[in-house]
């Protein structure tokens, strides 16, 4: 199957401090990535849409200008947590959709702690 | 809106023991399923598949999961469960219109050996 990347797979971080997490699909392009939130023990939460030449969509509840999505190019899209505190630590799971494949292929996730 | 229920949070089993787990979804579209399987401390891993054909869809580890459209319904099933399958299962579904996944709740499977 396809392979969907992410990095970095940990990140610890200070509070008021900004995060990156890159998503990259290594074997195949899209154009459209999907970026989840996992709370311990719960379930994946879709956060955003991101879409590679035109802004990504957000779902309801979802602040924009903290979590700032950039899909930079058909293979990589990346996730910035901005003035990040405690309670965005969580695992965030990216994945993509080969183009061919009406299915996803998810990232191993990034563990980010907000100390 | 396209929704997912997983009508067990939590599943106990001794192993050998058979696993039925539920899951009913709700859209009026073209659907995709999936069923998809944590282990602890790891990423999501597929288990199986149904996007047409069959509605019997046969997975890795020896699961199965059964499409019964009427129903709205994907439950997924093992006949004799291991210690190594204690894990999150999550049962997904795609709106081939938007491409957008929906995820249920999880059942969290405990395997006593």
């Known amino acids: 199957g396809a392979v969907v990347s992410q990095h970095p797979s940990r990140v610890i971080c200070k509070s008021g401090t900004s995060v990156k997490i890159e998503c990259r699909s290594l074997?195949?392009?899209?154009?459209?990535m999907f970026w989840y939130r996992q709370f311990p023990k719960k379930s994946l939460m879709l956060m955003a849409t991101?879409?590679?030449?035109?802004?990504?969509?957000?779902e309801q509840g979802v602040e924009k200008d903290k979590f700032l999505i950039n899909h930079a190019s058909l293979t990589l899209s990346t996730l910035t947590v901005t003035s990040a505190h405690p309670e965005d630590s969580s695992f965030y799971i990216c994945?993509?959709?080969?183009?061919?494949?009406?299915?996803?292929?998810f990232g191993p996730g990034t563990r980010l702690t907000v100390l | 809106a396209q929704s997912v229920s997983q009508h067990n949070h939590h599943v106990i089993l001794s192993e050998a023991a058979s696993l039925e787990l539920g899951c009913n979804y709700s859209?009026?579209?073209?659907?995709?399923l999936f069923w998809y399987v944590q282990y602890p401390g790891q990423h999501l891993q597929l288990l199986l598949k149904?996007?047409?054909?069959?509605?019997l869809v046969k997975g890795i580890k020896g699961f199965e999961a059964e499409f019964i459209k009427s129903k709205f319904s994907f439950n997924l099933r093992k006949p004799s469960v291991q210690w190594s399958d204690t894990a999150e299962y999550f049962c997904?579904?795609?709106?081939?219109?938007?491409?957008?996944?929906?995820f249920g709740d999880g059942t969290t499977l405990t395997v006593k050996p």
């Open positions: 991101s879409n590679e030449g035109s802004k990504a969509t957000y």
């Open positions: 997904a579904v795609i709106n081939t219109n938007a491409g957008k996944s929906t």
């Open positions: 859209y009026g579209g073209t659907v995709n």
């Open positions: 149904y996007f047409s054909g069959d509605p």
């Open positions: 994945s993509a959709p080969p183009s061919s494949a009406n299915e996803q292929f």
């Open positions: 074997d195949f392009q899209a154009t459209t």
